[in-house]
């Protein structure tokens, strides 16, 4: 006959399970170490023994470190989830065409694209890269919100997780310094053709609803050259989000005043776009209402110079013009983050951002 559950026996059981529960270990999914790091027991199969495939004993000794279960066998899962070592039998290493690539390169760029393949490859590191891929990294206490809010990492593990990527995408210069904010290249590879869709975007069509006749409008100078990339960015960006673009001058300036028309668009899209290049006075007459409006609005600009103080808490897409593949990474890179503005709209509205900053 099962115990009564106020009894003594009962309690007791009770305790037990709730320190059980307690005691439960998180295991990250992300590597515990960073990129340069992970990279020393690969780098000791290749000088030790010219790269064969060997047991995580000799491995171990290789790097002159003691075999166990415990720090060994976690650097061991820090090279793996890299793409460095692979696992071809229980308890057996060897290195992978990535890790010969990065310490072994037969051409002058092997080892960095070798170093950003390892990044692209990692798990959580990979996703929050491609997050903030040519943004600016938000302050350092926003950014820790949006690793456990939005990437799931726990809370005792922040510290580690923000020391491992930054530290990481520092060793594969995935980091820029700009006006003492860290600008987080894109360094992903072009896609085979302007319809393919990243991981990152499939990921997003299946997390965000977006129905027939949602709009994107966008907010942008009509003078050449930045006006001509309505139609070659802009508008395949947003259809490539499932969204039907819009944009002042061709598709609503009809009779009436012009002001009311705008106003209607802003106020009818699900989310909009403010390209910021050249700090045109229009752009950001329009992008006002927007923000008094509190409508979502991705900010995208080719110069951080052109992007007002009082804008730079919330996330901008930069773009540089002299990358051969701009044009496409600036289609996907949009696609993605007017789905996620749609998704979190915390991170782009402009109230949010100020109540954030004042907390």
Same mark, same amino acid.
């Given at each position: 006959?099962?115990?009564?559950?106020?009894?003594?026996?009962?309690?007791?059981?009770?305790?037990?399970?709730?320190?059980?529960?307690?005691?439960?270990?998180?295991?990250?999914? @992300?590597?515990?170490?960073?990129?340069?790091?992970?990279? =020393?027991?690969?780098?000791?199969?290749?000088?030790?023994?010219?790269?064969?495939?060997?047991?995580?004993?000799?491995?171990? =000794?290789?790097?002159?470190?003691?075999?166990?279960?415990?720090?060994?066998?976690?650097?061991?899962?820090?090279?793996?989830?890299?793409?460095?070592?692979?696992?071809?039998?229980?308890?057996?290493?060897?290195?992978?065409?990535?890790?010969?690539?990065?310490?072994?390169?037969?051409?002058?760029?092997?080892?960095?694209?070798?170093?950003?393949?390892?990044?692209?490859?990692?798990?959580? &590191?990979?996703?929050?890269?491609?997050?903030?891929?040519?943004?600016? !990294?938000?302050?350092?206490?926003? /950014?820790?919100?949006?690793?456990?809010?939005? $990437?799931?990492?726990?809370?005792?593990?922040?510290?580690?997780?923000?020391?491992? $990527?930054?530290?990481? !995408?520092?060793?594969?210069?995935? !980091?820029?310094?700009?006006?003492?904010?860290?600008?987080? &290249?894109?360094?992903?590879?072009?896609?085979?053709?302007?319809?393919?869709?990243?991981?990152?975007?499939? =990921?997003?069509?299946?997390?965000?609803?977006?129905?027939?006749?949602?709009?994107?409008?966008?907010?942008?100078? $009509?003078?050449?050259?930045?006006?001509?990339?309505?139609?070659?960015?802009?508008?395949?960006?947003?259809?490539?989000?499932?969204?039907?673009?819009?944009?002042?001058?061709?598709?609503?300036?009809?009779?009436?005043?012009?002001?009311?028309?705008?106003?209607?668009?802003?106020?009818?899209?699900?989310?909009?776009?403010?390209?910021?290049?050249?700090?045109?006075?229009?752009? @950001?007459?329009?992008?006002?209402?927007?923000?008094?409006?509190?409508?979502?609005?991705?900010?995208?600009?080719?110069?951080?110079? %052109?992007?007002? /103080?009082?804008?730079?808490?919330?996330?901008?897409? @930069?773009?540089?013009?002299?990358?051969? $593949?701009?044009?496409?990474?600036?289609? %996907?890179?949009?696609?993605?983050?007017?789905?996620?503005?749609?998704?979190?709209?915390?991170?782009?509205?402009?109230?949010?951002?100020?109540?954030?900053?004042?907390?």
């Amino acid at each position: 006959m099962p115990a009564d559950k106020h009894s003594p026996m009962a309690r007791v059981s009770k305790k037990k399970q709730n320190k059980r529960n307690s005691s439960a270990v998180v295991v990250p999914k @992300y590597p515990r170490h960073d990129l340069e790091r992970a990279l =020393r027991i690969p780098k000791g199969i290749l000088d030790q023994n010219a790269g064969q495939e060997c047991t995580e004993q000799e491995a171990a =000794r290789y790097i002159g470190v003691k075999y166990n279960r415990g720090p060994y066998s976690v650097e061991v899962s820090s090279a793996a989830k890299f793409g460095l070592v692979s696992k071809p039998a229980s308890g057996r290493l060897a290195l992978t065409d990535l890790a010969r690539k990065i310490l072994k390169p037969q051409s002058p760029s092997d080892k960095l694209s070798g170093l950003r393949e390892a990044v692209l490859r990692a798990p959580e &590191i990979s996703d929050v890269y491609n997050h903030y891929r040519n943004e600016n !990294l938000p302050d350092a206490q926003f /950014f820790e919100n949006a690793i456990t809010d939005r $990437f799931n990492i726990p809370s005792g593990k922040v510290s580690e997780f923000k020391d491992v $990527f930054l530290t990481t !995408l520092r060793y594969a210069q995935l !980091l820029e310094e700009h006006d003492g904010k860290q600008r987080v &290249i894109d360094a992903t590879e072009q896609l085979s053709s302007p319809t393919e869709k990243s991981a990152t975007l499939k =990921r997003l069509e299946k997390e965000v609803k977006v129905v027939a006749g949602d709009t994107c409008f966008v907010m942008m100078p $009509f003078a050449l050259p930045i006006g001509s990339y309505y139609e070659k960015i802009y508008a395949p960006a947003i259809e490539k989000a499932g969204l039907r673009p819009l944009r002042a001058d061709d598709e609503i300036f009809k009779t009436g005043k012009i002001i009311d028309q705008i106003w209607s668009g802003i106020q009818s899209s699900k989310v909009l776009i403010a390209e910021l290049t050249g700090r045109n006075p229009n752009v @950001y007459y329009e992008l006002g209402l927007a923000h008094a409006s509190g409508k979502p609005v991705v900010l995208v600009c080719s110069s951080e110079a %052109d992007v007002p /103080f009082d804008l730079r808490h919330i996330r901008v897409i @930069y773009y540089e013009t002299t990358d051969p $593949f701009w044009g496409q990474k600036l289609i %996907d890179k949009i696609a993605e983050n007017v789905l996620s503005a749609i998704q979190n709209p915390a991170e782009v509205v402009f109230q949010t951002a100020l109540r954030s900053d004042k907390t």
